[in-house]
């Protein structure tokens, strides 16, 4: 397992943009297919976006497609997740999750390294 630790989050209005950052500690995360979940009050933990290890592939969850960009920067060991025209509803605790040389995955099952989250708050 690597460990992983999110940052970014916040409060911001309708309309608005955040980028969240999710680093790691040891083996780098190149070698991880890297994902983004997000989980709201009362409600089960989702798929968001994410790549494979390789980096070629990326896929997100039809709500954030077109908003969202996950990306990752080798150099500093940290994969993003950029989102604007955020919404209300896009309102929850978001994680990032890494297995160790996925193909990618949609799964939350497929992930056996988790952030702590962080705490995406969007006002209308």
């Known amino acids: 397992q690597v460990q992983l630790v999110e940052s970014g989050g916040g409060l911001v209005q309708a309309g608005g943009s955040l980028r969240l950052s999710c680093g790691s500690s040891?083996?780098?995360?190149?070698?991880?297919?890297v994902a983004w979940f997000r989980q709201a009050p009362g409600k089960e933990r989702e798929f968001v976006g994410g790549?494979?290890?390789?980096?070629?592939?990326?896929y997100y969850a039809d709500s954030v497609k077109g908003r969202f960009t996950v990306s990752r920067d080798n150099a500093k060991n940290t994969v993003y997740l950029q989102m604007n025209s955020l919404k209300p509803e896009d309102t929850a605790v978001y994680y990032c999750?890494?297995?160790?040389w996925g193909a990618g995955s949609r799964d939350i099952n497929s992930y056996n390294s988790w952030g702590q989250g962080t705490q995406v708050t969007v006002s209308s």
């Open positions: 790549f494979s290890w390789r980096g070629r592939d990326t």
């Open positions: 040891g083996r780098p995360l190149s070698t991880y297919a």
């Open positions: 999750a890494a297995d160790p």
